[in-house]
């Protein structure tokens, strides 16, 4: 199994910006793809963003060009970088890893090991 721990989030205004990340533990080699998903009280877990491979990433239409996924370099962490942020992007952000190689584009419901989550607020 791996262990996800997600760090970094907090209380922002509206504009601001956050960097999340997630460290992961265990059986590390097996994971081939990382992600974000968040969840705001009253609604339904939502994907955020994903990246696997050597490079390859999507994300929700409404964070584009705002949230950015990077990995680093021991490819045990990935990192959310929320920037421009909006009230509506208050939530609860939990990382999310998929085990082993399969082809093709990652979905979200292929991810098997999940953090326990870190709070983000964004105030108006």
């Known amino acids: 199994q791996v262990q996800l721990v997600e760090s970094g989030g907090g209380l922002v205004q509206a504009g601001g910006s956050l960097r999340l990340s997630c460290a992961a533990s265990g059986r590390t080699f097996s994971i081939y793809a990382m992600g974000w998903f968040r969840q705001a009280p009253g609604k339904e877990l939502e994907f955020v963003g994903v990246?696997?491979?050597?490079?390859?990433?999507y994300y929700l239409d409404s964070v584009k060009g705002r949230f950015t996924i990077t990995r680093g370099n021991a490819k045990n962490t990935v990192y959310l970088q929320m920037n421009s942020l909006k009230p509506e992007d208050t939530a609860a952000y939990y990382c999310?890893?998929?085990?082993?190689?399969?082809?093709?584009?990652?979905?979200?419901?292929?991810?098997?090991?999940w953090g326990r989550g870190t709070q983000v607020t964004v105030s108006s």
């Open positions: 999310a890893a998929k085990r082993y190689y399969t082809a093709g584009t990652i979905l979200p419901n292929e991810f098997d090991n």
């Open positions: 990246t696997w491979g050597s490079d390859s990433r």
